[in-house]
């Protein structure tokens, strides 16, 4: 699928289909407004205690306006859940595709997504509510993440870059290393460079995932 039909399903997917889906760009600002403002509000607040008023009135926009896009609080934190999952995938996705190799790539995934988190720490509470409030876009995010890392290892493994026997267990373990190494140093605390974690968590997958000798 190419980037553009990808940028077209997801505004399917962020607008809740059909003919809520924006046309103009106004409607796409509008959208993108409503999405940030909703970020915030659930990220501080919950989504049980998040409200739509609430979302409208971080976004400076009229109640009404909230329902030319979304049906209900539901609707949009759903399509939040996709939409940070695809900005996650947005922003990662060329530092991965301008490194020289696979295990290059893999550092460079983590050091971007670490960056990322620094400046939307209400990520992990949203997806983490997810869970609950909407338990297939839960594991879509992560199923969908785990997807684009196997496909990189095993382009990295037919090259000779990383060990022939990658797997989707090698795929999530790389996830769970990231998103952990997310937490700590993104959300909790930025008392550590991220360079130096990357290198770190680089060196890790450097002796783990080398080819085998003999």
């Known amino acids: 699928m190419g980037e553009e039909a990808a940028g077209a399903d997801r505004d399917t997917a962020v607008?809740?289909?059909?003919?809520?889906?924006?046309?103009?760009?106004?409607?796409?600002?509008?959208?993108?407004?409503?999405?940030?403002?909703?970020?915030?509000?659930?990220?501080?607040?919950?989504?049980?205690?998040?409200?739509?008023?609430?979302?409208?009135?971080?976004?400076?926009?009229?109640?009404?306006?909230?329902?030319?896009?979304?049906?209900?609080?539901?609707?949009?934190?759903?399509?939040l859940v996709t939409d940070m999952s695809a900005q996650v995938r947005d922003h990662v996705a060329p530092a991965v595709r301008a490194a020289p190799d696979g295990l290059a790539a893999e550092r460079a995934g983590l050091a971007q997504f670490i960056g990322f988190v620094r400046d939307h720490k209400e990520i992990y509470r949203i997806i983490d509510e997810a869970e609950f409030v909407d338990a297939d876009s839960f594991r879509r995010h992560y199923a969908s993440t785990a997807e684009r890392i196997e496909a990189r290892l095993r382009a990295a493994a037919a090259r000779g870059e990383v060990r022939g026997d990658v797997s989707d267990v090698h795929a999530w373990a790389v996830m769970g290393m990231n998103v952990f190494l997310g937490l700590r140093y993104g959300v909790w605390a930025e008392d550590r460079g991220i360079d130096d974690v990357a290198d770190q968590a680089a060196a890790l997958l450097r002796d783990g995932l080398a080819p085998r000798k003999g």
């Open 15 to 79: 607008a809740g289909g059909g003919d809520k889906t924006p046309r103009t760009e106004r409607g796409r600002r509008t959208l993108r407004v409503l999405l940030d403002a909703a970020a915030v509000e659930f990220g501080e607040r919950g989504f049980h205690d998040a409200s739509i008023s609430g979302i409208t009135r971080r976004a400076g926009v009229a109640l009404g306006s909230f329902y030319t896009y979304f049906d209900s609080k539901d609707a949009v934190f759903r399509a």
